[in-house]
């Protein structure tokens, strides 16, 4: 079976600085990857997903994430944050095939201090 | 358009009681799946509907839970004899119903046993 790690349950920075948020997991098949985002009181959104092709992938709100195959990451990125930045990330993952149920990693908040 | 819905909002129950929670997802979407989200936790696979069948069932924790999407479209999550241990935000994706499609998910019930 799948599973998601995230290393890191908060992260706070200072508003300009760049953030990554990290993410690990694990499968014996090919996955698909995704990054959802969280904030307070909404319900999930998707920031971008990794599906094939090239291993940078861009998404919404200036964040990236860069698929690494051999060291199972897929760790998010954004160079500038901001504080509307601040809420909970998650990371999931999928398995390719027919069932398109996600398996989620436990979180992290991100937290943008001015 | 209109995003995924979930009534109610909010819920609170008294342990032993049945408790229906609804969602109402994107029009056209064939896929619909129920997650549960704990305190600290990411988000957890319950089931996955593809138009009205159940394709897999395997997150539900066990038989007092039971779910149904009749007509393809609505699904209800029904809850018997509730336990604190209940006590969780229940979140209700949807999406097309393809390899890659992107799940776009609701506000979430949050459902409190007393």
């Known amino acids: 079976a799948q599973s998601v790690t995230q290393l890191d349950s908060q992260v706070p920075v200072f508003e300009e600085a760049p953030v990554e948020l990290r993410c690990n997991y694990s499968?014996?098949?090919?996955?698909?990857l995704f990054w959802y985002v969280q904030y307070p009181n909404q319900g999930l959104q998707l920031l971008l997903k990794?599906?094939?092709?090239?291993?940078l992938v861009k998404g919404i709100n200036g964040f990236e994430a860069e698929f690494n195959k051999s060291q199972t990451s897929f760790h998010l990125r954004k160079p500038s944050v901001h504080i509307s930045d601040t809420a909970e990330y998650f990371c999931?993952?999928?398995?390719?095939?027919?069932?398109?149920?996600?398996?989620f990693g436990k979180g992290t908040l991100l937290t943008v201090n001015p | 358009g209109a995003g995924v819905s979930q009534t109610p909002s909010n819920k609170v129950t008294e342990k032993g009681k049945y408790v229906e929670l609804r969602c109402d997802p994107i029009s056209g979407h064939t896929a619909l799946y129920w997650y549960r989200q704990s305190l600290g936790q990411g988000p957890e696979f319950l089931i996955y509907f593809q138009g009205t069948g159940a394709a897999d069932d395997s997150g539900l924790p066990n038989d007092r839970f039971f779910a149904v999407r009749p007509e393809g479209s609505v699904s209800t999550l029904k809850i018997q004899r509730t336990e604190r241990g209940d006590s969780a935000v229940y979140l209700c994706?949807?999406?097309?119903?393809?390899?890659?499609?992107?799940?776009?998910f609701g506000p979430g019930t949050r459902l409190t046993v007393l």
């Open positions: 999931a993952v999928r398995l390719g095939g027919s069932n398109y149920k996600l398996t």
């Open positions: 990794y599906l094939s092709g090239s291993t």
């Open positions: 499968s014996s098949v090919s996955v698909y």
């Open positions: 994706a949807s999406s097309l119903g393809g390899n890659t499609d992107t799940q776009y």
